[in-house]
């Protein structure tokens, strides 16, 4: 019996080092996976912020790949082109007005009070067309056409200030990709110097004046291209504004010749 007791005892005794040697040997291993886990988080964390760049980042970051020779070039082209841009789309804006509700005032203006009334509304309002309106009326007291001679002339004047400055927005539309050009092709010229230096083909040697090369060629295309979509509006903006000069001045015309009837 007491045998019996003895080999029961040691049975548990097996059993229950047995038991603590698998527990330790569990809490070990997932201390060593919880570990590891942390630091793979750890990791992702650190290379988050460094893969997440901002479109503005990545743009400085080709500029300076680019070099700043040509680059520099490009960038000046870009910064007067939107300056000039801008300023042409304020004037423009400024100088648009509602000819038919001025049409209307001088009209009734004439009827009214006649010459003098009607030069009084153009004087208080902006734009080309109320300046052509203006100097017709100051000259409806010699003739109609004298007034319709000073109408052509005050409208070629009013052109020019119209298109003022654009001539230099198509200038650095077409230098922009230019000077994109000639960066590539100067880059292209430093690899084959260094190729015939070295006697080899190696692209690590010849990659990074081959990136600058199409560097200066995409920033030279994309000037070009946001200066062309602003060209483009101006030009539609003076069309539409000599338009109404030209039909607001056969108007003042007609307007003139009924009023000395």
Known sequence: MKRLFSILALAGLFVLSTNTVNAKATTAT???????MTATVMLQDEAAPAAEKSFTQVLKEQYIKGGAGFMSFVLICLILGLAVAIERIIYLNLASTNTGKLKQQVEDALASG???????ICRNTKGPVASIYYQGLD???????AA???????????MGQLEKNVSWLSLFIAIA???GFMGTVIGMIAAFEKISAVG???ASLIAGDIQVALLTTVFGLITAIILQIFYNYIIAKIDSIVNDMEDSSISLIDMLVAHKK
């Open 30 to 36: 997932m201390v060593s996976s919880l570990s590891t």
């Open 114 to 120: 006649g010459v003098e009334a009607a030069k009084e």
């Open 139 to 145: 000259r409806a007291g010699e003739s109609v056409e």
């Open 148 to 158: 319709e001679k000073a109408i052509v002339s005050y409208g070629g004047v009013q």
């Open 177 to 179: 990709p230019m000077l």
């Open 200 to 202: 080899n083909l190696s």
